[in-house]
């Protein structure tokens, strides 16, 4: 189960990373545009709020990805705390995202359901 859980935080991992290269490195870029339905000078406007929320998102990456190094190879108790502060804020963020824009929904869930199925994997896993 530990294994199980693991693959889907590492696709949330993976997600988010390239999140940060598109919103943090590509954001004005036009398939970048296109992937978030934003006209050039939206994408102008918004390049700097961009450029943060994309580290948020590899930021988040990091600890799900240092959490997963310490359940594999390191002290469990440690990982399954980082997994969980990680990959639990991606599962919030997601959240609030389907909340506060239902239009969303797909973009949201695509950001919620890999790492809610890898902690609640992880969770289950624990002695």
Not at 23 to 30: A, V
Not at 43 to 54: D, L, P, S, Y
Not at 109 to 127: D, E, K, M, N, T
Request: glycine share 12%; aromatic share 10%; proline share 5%.
């Amino acid at each position: 189960m530990t294994v199980f859980a693991l693959v889907f935080v590492g696709i949330a991992v993976l997600l988010h990373g390239y999140i940060f290269v598109l919103e943090s490195l590509w954001w004005t870029r036009p398939r970048t545009r296109a992937t978030f339905g934003t006209s050039v000078a939206a994408a102008a406007a918004t390049e700097e709020m961009a450029f943060n929320q994309g580290f948020y998102n590899l930021f988040l990456a990091i600890v799900a990805a240092v959490g997963m190094g310490f359940v594999g190879f390191g002290d469990p108790g440690i990982g399954v705390a980082l997994v969980l502060a990680g990959a639990g804020s991606m599962v919030a963020a997601g959240t609030v995202l389907l909340i506060s824009a239902p239009d969303k929904a797909r973009a949201a869930l695509i950001q919620l359901v890999p790492p809610l199925i890898g902690c609640v994997a992880l969770l289950l896993a624990r002695p």
